[in-house]
C-alpha cells in the first residue's frame, strides 16, 4: 500500500532534502488534499513540533477533519498523544520519547500502550549508517533498527522504519535493510526513506510492507494516478 506523506512547516506543506534542505513548498494545502482523499492512510507529520520551533496543530486538526491521517512531530508525552487523537489522528506516531539514555524507554512504551491502546501506537524507528537516531536524526544510538524493533515489538500495533541515509534523494531505497526490520516484528510494518518508483512500492508489499512517498510525489516523478489506493 501507498501512504502519501504531507509535512509540516512554518504552516506549509514542505519536502526536505535528509530532513534539511528544502526542495519542495506549497503554501496551498487543497491541491494535495484533494489528491490524496482516495488513499486510505496519509501521513502527517509536523516538523515545526518535532524540532521544538512552535507547531502547526490548527493546520493538523483541520487536515485531520478529511484525511485520515496518522500524526507525528513532538509527541513526546501521552498527553500530546492524546491531544492528537482527540485532534482527528487515527494514530500516532512515536519516535524520540521512546528512547532515554541510549536505550528503549520500555516504561515510557507500555505507559502509552495503555493509555492510548497500542494500536494506536506506531513506533517510528530511523535508521542512519545503520544505528538508530533520534532528535530529528541528529542523535545516534547504540542500537539497529531491528535490536529498537524487538524491544518495541509489545508496545505498538505497527512500525515506521525510516531509512534515513536515503532519504529525500530519489535514488532508490535500501530493501535488505527494510526487510531486516520486516523479519524482527509481527507487527504491521511502514517503509520511508527513497522510495521512489512503482516496482519499489509493488516489492515492498509483497513482502507485506507498506511504503510512504513524499518527494516522488511531489516532484511528479511518481504519478499517483497509475497507483492503486
Not at 158 to 181: C, K, P, S
Request: hydrophobic share 45%; glycine share 10%.
Amino acid at each position: 500500500m501507498l501512504i502519501p506523506s504531507i509535512d509540516l512547516q512554518g504552516g506549509r506543506i514542505v519536502q526536505l532534502v535528509q530532513g534539511e534542505r528544502l526542495a519542495v513548498e506549497a503554501a496551498d494545502p487543497e491541491p494535495w488534499i484533494a489528491k490524496f482523499s482516495r488513499f486510505p492512510r496519509v501521513q502527517l507529520i509536523d516538523l515545526d513540533a518535532a524540532k521544538g520551533d512552535g507547531d502547526n496543530r490548527p493546520m493538523v486538526t483541520s487536515i485531520c477533519a478529511r484525511l485520515p491521517c496518522r500524526v507525528g512531530g513532538g509527541i513526546r508525552s501521552i498527553e500530546r498523544a492524546e491531544a492528537m487523537l482527540a485532534s482527528g489522528a487515527h494514530a500516532v506516531i512515536v519516535s524520540s520519547a521512546l528512547f532515554r539514555a541510549g536505550l528503549v524507554d520500555l516504561d515510557f512504551a507500555q505507559a502509552l500502550a495503555d493509555a492510548v491502546g497500542l494500536e494506536r501506537v506506531i513506533a517510528a524507528v530511523d535508521s542512519r549508517g545503520g544505528h538508530v537516531v533520534i532528535h530529528g536524526w541528529r542523535t545516534p544510538l547504540p542500537m539497529t533498527a531491528v535490536d529498537a524493533v524487538r524491544a518495541l515489538n509489545p508496545y505498538c500495533g505497527e512500525f515506521l522504519y525510516t531509512h534515513v541515509d536515503t532519504e529525500g534523494l530519489m535514488r532508490g531505497t535500501n530493501m535488505d535493510a527494510i526487510l531486516a526490520v520486516r523479519r524482527a516484528t509481527d507487527r504491521r510494518v511502514t517503509a520511508a526513506g527513497g522510495i521512489t518508483t512503482r516496482e519499489e512500492i509493488e516489492s515492498l508489499h509483497a513482502e507485506g510492507v507498506d511504503a510512504v512517498v513524499g518527494m516522488a510525489i511531489y516532484t511528479g516523478q511518481l504519478a499517483l494516478d497509475d497507483l492503486e489506493s
